[in-house]
T-cell receptor, first 112, second 114 residues
């Protein structure tokens, strides 16, 4: 069945450094890849997304890259700040459906 | 513009009981999806509702059922609760138009089955 693997499960960085989270998906029919940030006690919040016809997308300090051949996509956060500390989830949506398959999450800690 | 609201925020039920969770979708959104998030895991798709009909279902047994109302709000019903049903239940609304995929999630209902 469809599967999304996410690494690492935890990541600690110093404030101002960059953070990279990687995901691999199994279903080559996937065509949409969102990233969500979940803070304690809250629902996931969309922070950036990318479609399968695009290789890279950037929004201020956040960027996402997609390698369709390798079925990899990654989240890059530059100049990290303490408020970036949260759990981040990647997801993949299969073409023709509205179902998202989520990764298992990465707990990011930004140390001041 | 209001976001997605879910009620209740927390709930404790006994094994074997039934529970109903509620969701009001974001203004302008016509599709509601429900996800189960176990502790330390990513959300798992339960099902989606569009035009008051179930439109896609994940690997959940029939005791998980739902409804969508004409105002696009939705309910998730779980019968014969089991201990493993303890989780955060998330509702997400979206607009079902070509090229638009983004979900807006609510803050969830934390269900504990004892």
């Amino acid at each position: 069945g469809e599967n999304v693997e996410q690494h690492p499960s935890t990541l600690s960085v110093q404030e101002g450094d960059s953070a990279v989270i990687k995901c691999t998906y199994s279903d080559s029919a996937s065509n949409y890849f969102p990233w969500y940030k979940q803070e304690l006690g809250k629902g996931p919040q969309l922070i950036i997304d990318i479609r399968s016809n695009v290789g890279e997308k950037k929004d201020q300090r956040i960027a996402v890259t997609l390698n369709k051949t390798a079925k990899h996509f990654s989240l890059h956060i530059t100049e990290t700040q303490p408020e970036d500390s949260a759990v981040y989830f990647c997801a993949a949506k299969q073409s023709g459906t509205y179902k998202y398959i989520f990764g298992t999450g990465t707990r990011l800690k930004v140390l001041a | 513009e209001t976001g997605v609201t879910q009620s209740p925020t927390h709930l404790i039920k006994t094994r074997g009981q039934q529970v109903t969770l509620r969701c009001s979708s974001q203004s302008g959104h016509n599709t509601v999806s429900w996800y189960q998030q176990a502790l330390g895991q990513g959300p798992q798709f339960i099902f989606q509702y569009y035009r008051e009909e179930e439109n896609g279902r994940g690997n959940f047994p029939p005791r998980f059922s739902g409804l969508q109302f004409p105002n696009y709000s939705s309910e998730l019903n779980v019968n014969a609760l089991e201990l493993d049903d303890s989780a955060l239940y998330l509702c997400a609304s979206s607009i079902r138009t070509g090229g638009s995929y983004g979900y807006t999630f609510g803050s969830g209902t934390r269900l504990t089955v004892v």
